[in-house]
């Protein structure tokens, strides 16, 4: 079993700034998917951003220009900063692992481990 451990949410008004941090442990597999995850209410958890282990990296849509996904390696965690936030970007926001290579990395049915979830609030 790993912990994913998410930290850095909070409320901020439209137009803001926030950073997320995952803490990932440390894990034995080669290959790999890490990736942001957030889900708004009666709404289905969607994929916002991901860092494969040959580097590759992908945006949803939504976020592309205003999200910048980022790891430290040697500290085993996991960055998603967010610029210029929106009210629709309001939701708890999950970190995700997946052990294997993905065809969607955005796909929360394809991952293997979640963190509990950080709530991200946007006012207008």
């Known amino acids: 079993q790993f912990h994913l451990v998410e930290s850095g949410g909070g409320s901020v008004e439209s137009g803001g700034s926030l950073r997320l941090s995952c803490s990932v442990p440390?894990?034995?597999?080669?290959?790999?998917?890490i990736a942001w995850f957030r889900q708004a209410e009666a709404k289905e958890r969607e994929g916002v951003a991901s860092?494969?282990?040959?580097?590759?990296?992908t945006y949803a849509d939504s976020v592309k220009g205003r999200f910048t996904i980022s790891a430290d390696n040697a500290k085993n965690i996991m960055f998603l900063q967010m610029n210029a936030l929106r009210p629709e970007d309001t939701g708890m926001y999950y970190c995700?692992?997946?052990?294997?290579?993905?065809?969607?990395?955005?796909?929360?049915?394809?991952?293997?481990?979640w963190g509990t979830g950080i709530l991200v609030t946007v006012l207008s």
């Open positions: 860092i494969e282990s040959d580097g590759t990296i």
């Open positions: 440390a894990y034995p597999y080669d290959t790999y998917s």
């Open positions: 995700g692992l997946a052990v294997s290579p993905l065809v969607d990395p955005l796909k929360a049915d394809y991952m293997d481990y």
